[in-house]
């Protein structure tokens, strides 16, 4: 069966990561007398008061003791929401207060933000926000740094994770693991390999992306909507952004496309990302036991996916 942190030991993590962030925080110089928790799901993000400084220091992760990768990844998000946010784009970018670099403390890996005050009295507006990512794409294409292809994809996860759910068979059945190992033999060649995935999609362009879904992930500030958490940014197609999100979202984004003159959505390219999104849906079931409140929050896709079919050809 498997054994999934308890209460406590959250409680302990929780406590851990954000004594972490005061103590990285005053070595910065920062005056922190009231850290407060202001999320604790996948990261703990905690307000560094009185300083106007955010710390977000992921503590749900497929490798926990490498936090190389992760500070890699953290810096591919500084460096992108930095260059965003000096082309004008409304974005959370890294806090002036502190260097623009990923901090080490005590088995963590943080990063240091604006304390930013959230208009708790709007809802946020899916198909707005769907129209919106259009312009953050076309914003984005120009950015001149690295990234690597699908890495939010993350395919190392997928494969080892669809391998180590045999020893979870309470959290996925083996006929549902056995569709999901046979749709991933069909996907990860396309995942893992640029060429691969461009012979496959001629003529889809690839270019800079959020990563993790940016109608959901623009925050709602008192003086106007942010962009915000490009923790998973990455090189790929404009799809990667949209999967899962269903036809009314797909529309508003194609609306935001047409009317900035760049791409609308590709049917079968989304219907790829979608078979990649609901693959990484199933090896995220491999975090439950770190986060045990995570499996409420797959169950509905996996039960969607369970009933079916993929839209993408993925027979071998």
Do not use: C, K
């Not at 950015?143 to 996925?172: K, M, N, Q």
């Not at 693991?177 to 749709?183: G, M, S, V």
């Not at 990649?276 to 409420?296: K, S, Y």
């Amino acid at each position: 069966m498997t054994t999934f942190l308890t209460p406590r030991q959250r409680a302990d993590r929780t406590s851990a990561a954000v004594d972490a962030a005061v103590a990285a925080g005053r070595e910065l110089g920062l005056t922190v007398t009231e850290p407060t928790v202001l999320h604790d799901l996948f990261s703990v993000v905690v307000h560094l008061a009185p300083s106007p400084v955010v710390a977000r220091i992921p503590t749900v992760l497929p490798s926990p003791d490498d936090l190389a990768a992760l500070a890699r990844r953290q810096r591919d998000e500084l460096d992108v929401t930095r260059w965003l946010a000096d082309q004008g784009v409304p974005v959370i970018a890294p806090s002036p207060l502190v260097p623009s670099e990923p901090v080490r403390r005590d088995g963590f890996s943080m990063t240091f933000w604006p304390f930013v005050e959230e208009a708790r009295d709007r809802e946020p507006d899916y198909v707005a926000n769907a129209e919106s990512a259009a312009d953050l794409h076309a914003a984005m294409r120009a950015y001149p740094g690295h990234l690597e292809f699908l890495s939010s994809a993350d395919p190392g996860f997928i494969t080892d994770s669809l391998t180590r759910l045999d020893e979870h068979p309470d959290l996925v059945g083996a006929a549902e693991l056995d569709r999901a190992r046979r749709e991933w033999r069909a996907l990860e060649p396309l995942v893992r390999s640029r060429d691969a995935f461009e012979t496959r999609f001629p003529g889809v362009e690839l270019q800079p992306l959020h990563g993790d879904s940016p109608p959901a992930n623009i925050f709602n500030a008192v003086d106007g909507d942010l962009y915000s958490d490009f923790e998973l940014v990455t090189l790929g197609p404009v799809e990667w952004d949209l999967a899962a999100l269903g036809p009314e979202l797909v529309a508003a984004y194609n609306h935001g496309a047409l009317r900035n003159g760049t791409r609308q959505l590709d049917e079968e390219v989304l219907a790829f990302v979608n078979a990649l999104g609901m693959l990484r849906v199933i090896a995220t079931l491999t975090l439950v036991p770190q986060l045990p409140e995570l499996l409420d929050y797959l169950r509905p896709a996996i039960e969607h996916w369970r009933t079916t079919p993929s839209a993408f050809d993925t027979s071998d």
